[in-house]
C-alpha cells in the first residue's frame, strides 16, 4: 500500500507541475504576443506621468514667481520688472492688483480697462466703482443691493423719491441689505 501511495503522489505531483508547466508556456505566448503592446502601454503610462509631473513644477514656479512679484509691488509700487512679471506670470492676479490701485487713486481709465476684462468678478466690481466714480446709475450683479441702495440715494438726492422708493422695493428679502433699505424707506422716504 505504501508504494502505491507513494506512486498517487508522484503523480498528482507530475500533474500539477504539467500544469504548472503548461501555464508557463501560455503565459510566454501571451507575452511574446502582445509584448509590443505592453511595453507602449508601460511607456505611454510613464510619458504620461513624467508630462504631468514637469507640468506640476512649472506651473508652480510660475505662481512662485508671480507671488514674489506680488510682495515686491506691494513694497515698491513703482517696480516695472515686478508688475512685468506678474503680468506675464499671473494675468488673474495682475487684474486684481491694478483694480486695488484704481480703487485706491480713483483712477477711472484703469476701471474702465478693467471692464472688459475677461474675468466676470474684475469686470463687475469694476464697472461698479466706475459708475459710483462717475456719478451715474449703478448695476452689479455681485453688489446687486448696495447699488439698489447707492441709485436710491442719488435718486433722493435729486428729490425723485417714488424713484428711490422703487429701487428700495426691488431688494429682496434675502439680501444682506434688506434691513437697510427698509431703515432708509422709513426715515427718508417716509419723513418727505
Do not use: C, W
Not at 46 to 66: F, I, K, P
Not at 70 to 76: G, I, S
Not at 179 to 190: C, E, G, R, V
Amino acid at each position: 500500500m505504501k508504494i502505491s501511495e507513494t506512486i498517487n503522489e508522484a503523480k498528482k505531483e507530475l500533474t500539477n507541475d504539467e500544469q504548472m508547466l503548461a501555464s508557463a508556456f501560455k503565459l510566454e505566448k501571451l507575452y511574446k504576443k502582445h509584448k509590443i503592446k505592453l511595453y507602449s502601454v508601460l511607456t505611454i503610462a510613464t510619458l504620461y506621468l513624467a508630462g504631468t509631473a514637469v507640468t506640476d513644477v512649472m506651473e508652480q514656479n510660475r505662481l512662485e514667481t508671480a507671488n514674489s512679484a506680488y510682495l515686491t509691488l506691494e513694497k515698491e509700487p513703482t517696480n516695472k520688472e515686478a508688475l512685468e512679471e506678474l503680468k506675464s506670470n499671473n494675468p488673474a492676479l495682475f487684474s486684481l492688483y491694478t483694480y486695488k490701485k484704481a480703487i485706491e487713486n480713483s483712477d477711472k481709465e484703469s476701471l474702465r480697462e478693467l471692464t472688459s476684462n475677461k474675468n466676470s468678478i474684475i469686470s463687475d466690481i469694476s464697472s461698479y466703482h466706475l459708475a459710483l466714480l462717475d456719478g451715474k446709475k449703478v448695476e452689479s450683479e455681485l453688489y446687486s443691493g448696495i447699488a439698489h441702495i447707492d441709485n436710491a440715494s442719488s435718486y433722493i438726492k435729486e428729490g425723485k423719491i417714488d424713484d428711490a422708493k422703487d429701487e428700495l422695493d426691488s431688494i429682496n428679502e434675502d439680501s444682506p441689505v434688506y434691513n437697510i433699505s427698509k431703515i432708509i424707506k422709513h426715515y427718508t422716504i417716509k419723513g418727505k
